[in-house]
């Protein structure tokens, strides 16, 4: 089973600033789509941000854009989530994906969750005022 090893999240205040980051199993790193979600109690997963590894193309979804940045660590294959001005609307149970080994990047990555076949467990991220 793939295992897609997560960490950062955690209490942060509002306005505030957010570190989270991805490990990613090497065979899986390389020319794939790999995508920061969150999710909020009852509602659906949705995308944050994107990254296509062979070219570093990203995707900042539009909730949080201007406040986020995706980035990655060839060396250490992982993927890396940064937010700032950090809102009570942010707090959610964050989730790191990667695309399918068979996957075939046709100019840009999946935004929804489904085009998504690797989860890690998720980390929670609360937002205290």
């Known amino acids: 089973q793939v295992q897609l090893v997560e960490s950062g999240g955690g209490s942060v205040e509002t306005g505030g600033s957010l570190t989270l980051s991805c490990g990613v199993p090497?065979?899986?790193?390389?020319?794939?789509?790999v995508g920061w979600f969150r999710q909020r109690p009852g509602g659906a997963r949705e995308g944050v941000a994107l990254?296509?590894?062979?070219?570093?193309?990203?995707t900042i979804f539009g909730s949080v854009k201007g406040r986020c940045t995706i980035s990655q660590d060839n060396a250490n294959k992982t993927v890396t989530l940064r937010m700032n001005n950090v809102k009570p609307d942010d707090a959610a149970t964050f989730y790191c994906?990667?695309?399918?080994?068979?996957?075939?990047?046709?100019?840009?990555?999946?935004?929804?969750?489904?085009?998504?076949?690797?989860w890690g467990r998720g980390t929670q991220v609360t937002v205290s005022s």
């Open positions: 994906a990667v695309t399918s080994r068979s996957f075939s990047y046709r100019g840009s990555c999946p935004t929804q969750a489904a085009g998504y076949e690797h």
């Open positions: 990254i296509y590894t062979a070219s570093e193309t990203t």
């Open positions: 090497e065979y899986l790193y390389r020319r794939n789509c």
